[in-house]
């Protein structure tokens, strides 16, 4: 599990909900509030005295089994499996996936392919994305029963939902959705019908889609939260040969720019079967949201590119090159693979628990830097530090927050990004108090 002060961003705001007077108000949230389920999570872990910790390890299990079945909702629909085979195959796809990035980092030392695993991170897009495989899934089966806008009214409220915590659903699921349904109408547009006539037909249920995402992000912009400048830092699509050169030095972009090459195995098979009418519409449409989720998920990467990190606005690009990969496999071959599974699971769980690293895991983790200060915090008479960004909150948070220190940009002027500006003039123990900073600890490398 990675700890950093992103990671601990939701953890605090949690913590301070039910601990400083009109935190909700005064915290200034992240860029990403990622309130459903990140910041609902974090904020009744703490209601029932569940420590950080647990609370953060519990959160990347949940999101498994969020991705699971949001997973097997897109294999169900683009595959011809059943439900319950579907479910089996998103699973052990995750349980392959996580098992080959842990390798990568514990055994071969690829330790950037850790961010692999941001997907189940809070506040780091993950759960933006898991919603908008839902959301495909659910839209899917709400046009082929027809583009009547009450037939999407579920979807809507997902949408709504999914973009007042998180932006960035509108470019992985309603724009791609809003798309792929033009593309389908013009792939089955009749010779007589006019190009304009057939952009027409069926527009409603996506506008009403966008529609609910709009009232969404509108709603989003109440809360006192960072600001989206400077995202963008390139001309679309000028970036891309530094993408690219990227994979020769990151297991982690190499893996993600392979799953997408890969992918044009299903892309050709798939392409072969709608030029002669083999595939069902759904199917389909579906493809044709897959790949401009993908292709959108590839410009915002190009706008935003910096460095490795910035790869976590290219979960489309991964994910749905291994939904298009697995919905490949065949029926049958599901059920022998399943006999095999269940055998080979109860083999592979004994293993772990007899022999496995577990010090993955954060349960009584604690900062050496904190329990040195809080040894020698009385007997020194310190009370509240100042530092950087990448350390104040990881510290704090090793003291299970009974250590007020502060974060402060250089020049050391107050740095509000995803902290409650309040605790500089007032101490978390007692707001009626002015605090006293009589310690700081400098940048370093």
Known sequence: MVINSDSLVLPRMGWEMWHVPHAWQHFQWPRVPSLFPDMLWFFLAERVGLDWRVALDGFFLLSLCLMTVCLASAIWRMGNLFWLQALFLASVTLTVYVACVSAGVYVQRFTDMSGLLELFLPAYHGSSFMLSLLAAAMANMEYDRGSRIANFCPTACLCLVATFSDPLFVTTFAVPFALSTRVFALMHRKDTTPVWSALKEGISGPLFLLAACAVGFLGQELLYKQNLGGLFKHVPLVALPEIVYSACFSMRAFCCLALF????????????KISKNEIEPYKELLFYQGYTASIMALCILSITYVDISLYRYALPLTWWSIVFLVSCIDPASVRKLSDYVMVSLPCAVLYFMLTGNHENSLDGWHSPL???????????????????????????ASSNWTLQIEQVAGGNHIFIWGNNPDLYTHDVHGLDKTPVFNYFRGWHR
Request: hydrophobic share 40%; proline share 3%.
């Open 261 to 272: 090459a890969l992918s044009i195995i299903p892309f050709i098979r798939i392409c072969a």
């Open 370 to 396: 904190e329990t040195c200060l809080s040894q020698s915090h009385d007997r020194l008479g310190l009370r509240g530090g100042l530092t950087h960004y990448w350390l104040s909150r990881k510290v704090a």
